[in-house]
């Protein structure tokens, strides 16, 4: 490159606002890539070594420009651009090719699948830095047009907001005429359907679950809400949702309550309605008549300090009537915030055909769910600590991790959502490599050899490959945290990467986000649990060694929010907590 002056930064952009992501190169050669541009002032750089990374790290870096340096011979330029284009997030930002040749087929193809330019290397620095600001400043004043537009849909969403709000009150004021009620019905049942599609692109069970009884809740204006799952000839108390209990928490989250069963019998209202499959509408608990062959119980009214007054109690069945579980839909409350005497016959309506609804959603989650627990419990024939409950208090500790992680950066809404789909599914799925390792090594007391050592660390790749195909994100996610999850921040860890003919570690954040929050998952729970080499760590300790490792094993960041949400994941820790020594330890 000619050594020519920097380029001024510029005037109208706030410094650092570009954003500028390399991808591929090689790291000596974008380490100088990126100081050339660094240098011209104004400019954040972040490299991405692996092309195959290039989508999770746009994603997480939200860069203005994205840059394909193929220098680096083994750079699939088609299948990267072809990746960024299928993403929503980023394939609105541009994508600026660099070569070492002109190569015309392959500069065609390219502009074909979506690049915004090509540069060919050698190239002035001048001219480097002004193409760069280019593309980057079109893209940074799109982005400007766009939150004038979305400022714009949000004050036209606040007052359709507003305007239903009144509407809300007036119909309720006005004698409710049988037109009046056929259309607020008609509104509520669209409303229903467009839940139902979003139920269904949810993959993760106990995200789902959480959804379902939100919605529930929203769709009849419920104070608070419980949801039983059939698990044998019992009920398992599993999801509860409680507005009145979250107001009083520092978080203003709905605090855990541990999980219990109930024996399917008519003498409790959830037994009762699992039973007979029929709903019950209670306008007084504490008021149930005599003759009624089931009981309230309060004491978990007494143990949380609530007063539960009506309830609409209803069933799940998947669609050849066998019974999913019973949900429980509590205090119904008006639109001003205060209580509603009971339930309208419109609310049981609505909840009859959302319960429907709902059903069908769980029956397929549970079958992608009953997949990946095969898949687990094969892994635990050959290792006894990969159990049904380690993987999902990995899954939750994962998910608290970057709820956090995301509250911080102001990310929510469905991409949000999706994500953390994402993560609690893969993070379930992180060790299932260790089908491919020998049972004699996985279940030796003791300490490994070095060889033996070695033949562990296969499982990661053994992982990753069993989603190869990687057909969609899901799969993606799954292949990233099993191959990588055992990475180091210091670039200490396994699998590595080969380098000029030398393999090393990933380091920082070349390992994507996902593996480095199930990495520090994983690690709390083994310390905290017990292993056939060793006893349960006591937590103190534990806190100890992660705090020691900032830095070194893990993220800072995630090391800080393990930290900060400590009790969300003692809840996790508690819900999901092995059972007495002696007995199973998987969640079947």
Known sequence: MTDLPSTPPLESVPRDEHELLIVGGGYTATRALSEIIAAS?????????????????????CPTLIVLDLREPAFDLITTLDALAGSEEVAAVPVVVLASAMTPDLREAAFVHGATDWIVYPVSRAELVA????????????????????????????????????????????????????????????????????LNQIHDFQTLMDRIL????????????????????????????????????????????SSFRLPITDRSLAGWVCLTGQYLHIPDCYQIAPLAPYRFDSSFDQVVGYRTRAMLAVPLKSQSGHMLGVMELINPIGIDGGPRATFSEQDIR????????????????????????????MAEIRDPTETGRHVARVAGYSAVIFEEWARRRGLEGP?????????????????????????????????????????????????????????????????????????????????????????????????????????????????????????????????????????????PELVDILFARLDSIRSVRDRLADPPRGQAGSMR
Not at 42 to 53: E, F, I, M, T
Not at 174 to 198: C, K, P, S, T
């Open 415 to 555: 991409s949000f959502e999706r994500q953390r789909d994402r993560l609690r599914t893969a993070a379930k799925l992180h060790d299932v490599g260790k089908i491919g390792v020998s049972d004699s090594i996985l279940k030796k007391e003791g300490r490994l050899d070095p060889p033996e050592y070695e033949e562990v660390k296969k499982h990661a790749q053994i992982g990753a490959d069993l989603f190869g195909e990687a057909p969609n994100e899901f799969d993606e996610a799954a292949r990233e945290v099993a191959l990588l999850h055992h990475e180091k921040w210091n670039g200490e860890g396994y699998p590595g990467i080969e380098e000029g003919g030398v393999r090393r570690g990933r380091r920082g954040e070349e390992i994507p986000l996902f593996a480095r929050i199930v990495g520090i998952a994983d690690v709390f729970d083994a310390l905290s649990s017990h292993r056939s080499y060793k006893e349960a760590w006591p937590e103190q300790r534990v806190l100890e060694l992660i705090q020691s490792e900032s830095g070194q094993h893990f993220d």
């Open 41 to 61: 002032g104004g400019v954040s750089v972040q490299h991405c070594l692996r092309a195959g990374d290039a989508v999770d790290e746009a994603m997480r870096i």
């Open 350 to 377: 609505l909840v009859e055909h959302f319960a429907k609804v709902a059903s069908v959603a769980i029956e397929r989650a549970r079958l992608t769910e009953s997949t990946m627990l095969r898949m687990i419990r």
């Open 214 to 257: 939100s919605e529930a809740r929203a769709l009849v204006h419920t104070e608070s809400g419980t949801v039983f799952l059939r698990e044998g000839d019992s009920l398992r108390f599993t999801f509860f949702q409680n507005e009145a209990l979250a107001q009083r928490t520092d978080t203003g989250e709905t605090p855990q309550v």
């Open 131 to 198: 193409r760069v600001r280019i593309h980057s400043t079109s893209y940074l004043n799109l982005l400007r047009r766009n939150r004038t537009a979305t400022a714009n849909d949000t004050l036209q969403g606040e007052l359709r907001a507003a305007n239903r709000s009144i509407e809300q009150h007036r119909l309720q004021l006005i004698e409710r005429a049988g037109e009046q009620l056929n259309l607020e019905w008609d509104m509520r049942l669209r409303g229903l359907l467009q839940v139902g599609i979003e």
